[in-house]
Protein backbone atom coordinates (compact mmCIF):
# COMPACT_ATOMS: atom_id res chain seq x y z
CA UNK A 1 0.00 0.00 0.00
CA UNK A 2 2.86 2.06 0.83
CA UNK A 3 4.55 1.60 -2.27
CA UNK A 4 1.15 2.10 -4.44
CA UNK A 5 1.00 5.45 -2.57
CA UNK A 6 4.67 6.94 -3.48
CA UNK A 7 3.84 5.60 -6.52
CA UNK A 8 0.47 8.13 -6.70
CA UNK A 9 2.41 10.91 -5.25
CA UNK A 10 5.23 10.22 -7.85
CA UNK A 11 2.77 10.49 -10.73
CA UNK A 12 0.42 13.25 -9.89
CA UNK A 13 4.16 15.44 -9.02
CA UNK A 14 5.12 14.35 -12.57
CA UNK A 15 1.24 15.52 -14.31
CA UNK A 16 1.78 18.69 -12.09
CA UNK A 17 5.27 19.64 -13.72
CA UNK A 18 4.20 18.76 -16.79
CA UNK A 19 1.25 21.21 -16.47
CA UNK A 20 3.40 23.84 -15.41
CA UNK A 21 6.47 23.51 -18.51
CA UNK A 22 3.60 23.19 -20.94
CA UNK A 23 2.62 26.45 -19.17
CA UNK A 24 5.90 28.40 -19.36
CA UNK A 25 6.51 27.54 -22.74
CA UNK A 26 3.24 28.61 -23.58
CA UNK A 27 3.70 32.17 -21.68
CA UNK A 28 5.32 33.88 -24.01
CA UNK A 29 2.48 33.43 -26.65
CA UNK A 30 -0.41 34.25 -24.49
CA UNK A 31 1.36 37.33 -24.03
CA UNK A 32 1.16 38.02 -27.54
CA UNK A 33 -1.97 37.23 -27.68
CA UNK A 34 -3.34 39.17 -25.17
CA UNK A 35 -1.63 42.31 -26.57
CA UNK A 36 -2.65 41.41 -30.26
CA UNK A 37 -6.76 41.60 -29.05
CA UNK A 38 -6.61 45.73 -30.06
CA UNK A 39 -5.90 44.88 -33.25
CA UNK A 40 -7.50 41.95 -34.23
CA UNK A 41 -10.10 42.53 -36.87
CA UNK A 42 -13.31 41.36 -36.60
CA UNK A 43 -12.91 38.53 -39.30
CA UNK A 44 -9.93 37.00 -37.30
CA UNK A 45 -12.06 36.73 -34.39
CA UNK A 46 -14.38 35.16 -36.06
CA UNK A 47 -12.34 32.39 -37.19
CA UNK A 48 -11.51 32.02 -33.91
CA UNK A 49 -14.40 31.72 -33.12
CA UNK A 50 -15.21 29.58 -35.75
CA UNK A 51 -12.21 27.03 -34.43
CA UNK A 52 -13.55 27.03 -31.10
CA UNK A 53 -16.83 25.74 -31.89
CA UNK A 54 -15.09 22.66 -33.39
CA UNK A 55 -13.41 22.18 -30.37
CA UNK A 56 -16.76 22.45 -28.20
CA UNK A 57 -18.69 19.85 -30.89
CA UNK A 58 -15.95 17.16 -30.00
CA UNK A 59 -15.56 17.84 -26.51
CA UNK A 60 -20.13 17.67 -26.52
CA UNK A 61 -19.88 14.47 -27.75
CA UNK A 62 -16.26 13.03 -27.38
CA UNK A 63 -16.14 9.62 -24.43
CA UNK A 64 -15.24 11.60 -21.10
CA UNK A 65 -14.12 8.48 -19.49
CA UNK A 66 -15.26 9.58 -15.88
CA UNK A 67 -14.09 13.27 -16.57
CA UNK A 68 -16.93 15.04 -17.06
CA UNK A 69 -16.27 17.20 -13.80
CA UNK A 70 -12.83 18.21 -14.99
CA UNK A 71 -13.93 18.86 -18.57
CA UNK A 72 -16.86 21.17 -17.54
CA UNK A 73 -14.15 23.01 -15.46
CA UNK A 74 -12.01 23.25 -18.16
CA UNK A 75 -14.37 24.60 -20.75
CA UNK A 76 -15.64 27.15 -17.93
CA UNK A 77 -12.76 28.74 -17.61
CA UNK A 78 -12.44 29.00 -21.70
CA UNK A 79 -15.81 30.56 -21.30
CA UNK A 80 -14.59 33.02 -18.92
CA UNK A 81 -11.51 33.96 -21.26
CA UNK A 82 -14.01 34.22 -24.05
CA UNK A 83 -16.74 36.59 -21.79
CA UNK A 84 -13.71 38.79 -20.32
CA UNK A 85 -12.27 39.69 -24.04
CA UNK A 86 -13.77 42.90 -23.66
CA UNK A 87 -11.76 44.41 -26.86
CA UNK A 88 -13.23 40.69 -29.23
CA UNK A 89 -16.31 41.16 -27.96
CA UNK A 90 -16.65 44.77 -28.89
CA UNK A 91 -15.89 43.28 -32.49
CA UNK A 92 -18.63 41.28 -32.52
CA UNK A 93 -20.53 40.10 -29.03
CA UNK A 94 -21.75 37.47 -27.13
CA UNK A 95 -23.97 35.40 -29.36
CA UNK A 96 -21.58 32.26 -29.21
CA UNK A 97 -22.11 31.79 -24.85
CA UNK A 98 -24.39 29.29 -25.57
CA UNK A 99 -22.44 27.14 -27.02
CA UNK A 100 -20.30 26.93 -23.98
CA UNK A 101 -22.64 26.15 -21.81
CA UNK A 102 -23.81 23.49 -23.54
CA UNK A 103 -21.09 21.19 -23.31
CA UNK A 104 -21.14 22.67 -19.41
CA UNK A 105 -23.92 22.17 -18.16
CA UNK A 106 -24.63 18.65 -20.70
CA UNK A 107 -21.30 17.78 -18.75
CA UNK A 108 -21.69 18.97 -15.44
CA UNK A 109 -25.65 20.04 -14.85
CA UNK A 110 -24.91 20.61 -10.93
CA UNK A 111 -22.21 23.01 -11.59
CA UNK A 112 -24.12 25.64 -9.58
CA UNK A 113 -22.09 28.46 -10.78
CA UNK A 114 -22.58 27.94 -14.37
CA UNK A 115 -26.15 28.80 -14.61
CA UNK A 116 -25.61 32.37 -12.89
CA UNK A 117 -22.67 32.60 -15.94
CA UNK A 118 -25.69 31.15 -18.38
CA UNK A 119 -28.11 33.84 -17.39
CA UNK A 120 -25.87 36.78 -17.35
CA UNK A 121 -24.08 35.97 -20.43
CA UNK A 122 -26.60 34.50 -22.79
CA UNK A 123 -29.73 36.14 -21.99
CA UNK A 124 -28.11 39.97 -20.56
CA UNK A 125 -25.30 40.37 -22.97
CA UNK A 126 -26.26 37.87 -26.02
CA UNK A 127 -29.77 38.74 -25.98
CA UNK A 128 -30.84 34.74 -25.87
CA UNK A 129 -33.32 34.32 -22.97
CA UNK A 130 -34.40 31.46 -25.05
CA UNK A 131 -31.50 29.69 -25.23
CA UNK A 132 -30.67 30.17 -21.72
CA UNK A 133 -33.68 29.31 -20.33
CA UNK A 134 -34.17 26.14 -22.58
CA UNK A 135 -30.78 24.97 -21.22
CA UNK A 136 -31.52 25.25 -17.62
CA UNK A 137 -34.85 23.53 -18.00
CA UNK A 138 -32.94 20.77 -18.95
CA UNK A 139 -29.82 20.43 -16.83
CA UNK A 140 -32.71 21.61 -13.66
CA UNK A 141 -33.78 18.04 -14.09
CA UNK A 142 -30.63 16.52 -13.13
CA UNK A 143 -30.50 18.62 -9.39
CA UNK A 144 -32.56 18.15 -6.62
CA UNK A 145 -33.12 20.42 -2.88
CA UNK A 146 -29.93 20.09 -1.67
CA UNK A 147 -27.81 19.03 -4.32
CA UNK A 148 -25.70 20.25 -5.08
CA UNK A 149 -25.58 22.84 -2.07
CA UNK A 150 -27.88 25.54 -2.32
CA UNK A 151 -29.41 24.22 -5.77
CA UNK A 152 -32.39 26.83 -5.34
CA UNK A 153 -30.43 29.42 -6.94
CA UNK A 154 -30.78 27.66 -10.02
CA UNK A 155 -34.38 28.31 -10.24
CA UNK A 156 -34.02 31.64 -8.90
CA UNK A 157 -31.70 32.71 -12.21
CA UNK A 158 -34.38 30.93 -14.14
CA UNK A 159 -36.99 32.99 -12.71
CA UNK A 160 -34.54 36.27 -13.51
CA UNK A 161 -34.88 34.97 -17.16
CA UNK A 162 -38.14 34.66 -18.02
CA UNK A 163 -40.05 37.66 -15.86
CA UNK A 164 -36.92 40.33 -16.92
CA UNK A 165 -36.03 38.89 -20.43
CA UNK A 166 -38.71 36.93 -21.82
CA UNK A 167 -41.97 38.60 -20.14
CA UNK A 168 -43.40 35.07 -18.99
CA UNK A 169 -44.54 35.96 -15.79
CA UNK A 170 -46.57 32.53 -15.10
CA UNK A 171 -43.28 30.58 -15.97
CA UNK A 172 -41.69 32.85 -13.45
CA UNK A 173 -43.96 32.28 -11.01
CA UNK A 174 -43.27 28.94 -11.23
CA UNK A 175 -39.50 28.79 -10.79
CA UNK A 176 -39.72 31.14 -8.32
CA UNK A 177 -42.33 28.99 -6.25
CA UNK A 178 -39.65 26.18 -6.86
CA UNK A 179 -37.29 28.25 -5.64
CA UNK A 180 -38.70 28.66 -2.14
CA UNK A 181 -39.48 25.55 -1.83
CA UNK A 182 -36.17 23.84 -2.45
CA UNK A 183 -34.94 26.40 -0.02
CA UNK A 184 -37.17 26.24 2.79
CA UNK A 185 -35.65 22.77 2.97
CA UNK A 186 -32.55 24.07 4.65
CA UNK A 187 -32.39 25.80 7.84
CA UNK A 188 -29.43 28.16 7.56
CA UNK A 189 -30.18 32.01 7.39
CA UNK A 190 -29.25 32.38 3.67
CA UNK A 191 -31.38 29.73 2.92
CA UNK A 192 -34.78 31.38 4.44
CA UNK A 193 -34.26 34.40 3.29
CA UNK A 194 -34.18 33.17 -0.19
CA UNK A 195 -36.94 31.09 0.61
CA UNK A 196 -38.67 34.29 2.01
CA UNK A 197 -38.02 36.75 -1.06
CA UNK A 198 -38.70 34.06 -3.65
CA UNK A 199 -42.09 33.51 -2.24
CA UNK A 200 -42.10 37.26 -1.80
CA UNK A 201 -41.77 37.86 -5.47
CA UNK A 202 -44.35 34.41 -6.83
CA UNK A 203 -47.04 36.83 -4.32
CA UNK A 204 -46.05 40.16 -6.33
CA UNK A 205 -46.87 37.91 -9.74
CA UNK A 206 -49.91 36.60 -8.90
CA UNK A 207 -51.07 40.14 -7.49
CA UNK A 208 -49.86 41.72 -10.73
CA UNK A 209 -48.83 39.90 -13.80
CA UNK A 210 -46.48 43.73 -14.43
CA UNK A 211 -45.69 43.95 -10.92
CA UNK A 212 -43.19 46.33 -10.46
CA UNK A 213 -42.19 45.11 -7.08
CA UNK A 214 -41.58 41.94 -8.18
CA UNK A 215 -39.24 42.61 -11.33
CA UNK A 216 -37.48 45.39 -8.69
CA UNK A 217 -37.00 42.57 -6.99
CA UNK A 218 -35.50 40.33 -9.18
CA UNK A 219 -33.35 43.24 -11.02
CA UNK A 220 -31.87 43.55 -6.96
CA UNK A 221 -31.00 39.85 -7.38
CA UNK A 222 -29.19 41.14 -10.63
CA UNK A 223 -27.73 43.69 -8.80
CA UNK A 224 -26.15 41.65 -5.77
CA UNK A 225 -25.04 39.25 -8.03
CA UNK A 226 -23.70 41.17 -10.96
CA UNK A 227 -20.77 39.84 -12.17
CA UNK A 228 -19.13 42.97 -13.85
CA UNK A 229 -19.88 46.90 -13.72
CA UNK A 230 -21.82 47.05 -16.55
CA UNK A 231 -24.76 44.27 -15.12
CA UNK A 232 -24.78 46.11 -12.06
CA UNK A 233 -25.36 49.84 -13.97
CA UNK A 234 -28.12 47.89 -15.88
CA UNK A 235 -29.55 46.74 -13.17
CA UNK A 236 -30.02 50.15 -11.12
CA UNK A 237 -30.91 51.80 -14.12
CA UNK A 238 -33.73 48.92 -14.86
CA UNK A 239 -34.82 49.33 -10.92
CA UNK A 240 -34.74 53.47 -10.98
CA UNK A 241 -36.71 53.32 -14.19
CA UNK A 242 -39.30 50.93 -12.52
CA UNK A 243 -40.15 53.40 -9.87
CA UNK A 244 -37.55 52.32 -7.52
CA UNK A 245 -34.76 54.07 -5.85
CA UNK A 246 -31.38 53.17 -5.20
CA UNK A 247 -29.37 54.41 -1.85
CA UNK A 248 -25.52 53.81 -1.22
CA UNK A 249 -24.97 53.47 2.58
CA UNK A 250 -21.76 51.64 4.45
CA UNK A 251 -23.45 48.54 4.14
CA UNK A 252 -24.05 48.59 0.22
CA UNK A 253 -27.19 49.55 -1.88
CA UNK A 254 -30.36 50.24 -0.02
CA UNK A 255 -33.34 49.90 -2.63
CA UNK A 256 -36.55 51.88 -1.63
CA UNK A 257 -39.56 50.69 -4.01
CA UNK A 258 -41.98 52.69 -5.22
CA UNK A 259 -45.03 54.03 -3.37
CA UNK A 260 -47.52 52.08 -5.61
CA UNK A 261 -47.29 48.73 -7.62
Known amino acids: MFVLYRQTIGTSLTVCLCMLGVGLMQ ?110 EESLKFLSPKVPEKSYYAWRYKGIDELLFLGNSQAAKKSFLKSADWASKSADEESKYIANISQRTAQFISQNHNSKFAKISTWIMVLNNGVDATSRKRAIKEIEALGGKIISTPQGNKVIMPPKD
Not at 60 to 72: C, E, M, R, T, W
Not at 74 to 94: P, S
Not at 98 to 112: A, N, T
Open 27 to 136: YPQLHKLLNSRETASPETIEAEIKSERIRLNFLKNAPSFGYDNLIADWVYIKFLEYFGDDEARKKTDYSFSPEYFEVILGRDPRFLAAYLGLSTSTSMYAGLPERSTALM
